[in-house]
């Protein structure tokens, strides 16, 4: 894949870099040039400099062969008025923009425009390592109505099927995380000790399934 980046600061110069080591080709753009004193000396891709909503400076970054646009730079307006270049100008399907402000970030959602809410994401981080667990969502979807979210459970869950779980809870494992990998469950999986469970639920409906998993499964002693 050919994947363009604007922005040539830190997160713009790792994703370079992973996605070149991935075996990928990568365009960074960025309008000062002295960003790209942050790719490492091997780095092959191309360095344009300009700016990412420029059409002369996406097709030098070869926007016309891109399967995917990522907007990254320090700017919410730059990130997305170029991310709606490369997608309606050049038809690039696969876009991202990084933008700071979460309201804006929503509406853009809502517009088709994936985005990642930096300050909203790094407060839900946060705020799952010093509040409950389960209290914060991992992920929830541009409507804000469901959730991917780390719930916690009572011990005498463990050894119970994840498909008996998920009846009695009356919500669905996404996957299970045992020893610092992560699984998906089959019908016959069952609760071990340590795993760490995340479902995929309704935000309303996160409580109740919080308080059924809080406790033992109905009929055990």
Known sequence: MHIVIMGCGRVGSTLAHILEDSGHSV??????????????????????????????????????????YVAVSSGDNSNIISARVARETFGVDNVVARIYDPRRAEVYQRL??????????????????????????LWRDPTGSVVLAEVAYHPAWIGTRSKDLEEAAGTRVAFIN???ETLLPKNDSVVQEGDILHVMAAENDMERINKVLSGPPEGSH
Request: proline fraction near 6%.
């Open 27 to 68: 365009a960074i753009i960025d309008r000062d040039p002295q960003a790209f004193r942050r790719l490492r000396a091997g780095f092959r891709g191309r360095r344009v400099t300009g700016i990412g909503f420029d059409r002369d400076v996406l097709e030098e970054a070869g926007i016309g062969t891109a399967s995917a």
């Open 112 to 137: 088709g425009i994936p985005t990642v809410a930096t300050v909203r994401w790094t407060a839900d981080q946060i705020l799952r390592r010093v509040l409950p667990e389960g209290t914060e969502p």
């Open 178 to 180: 045992r020893m610092g």
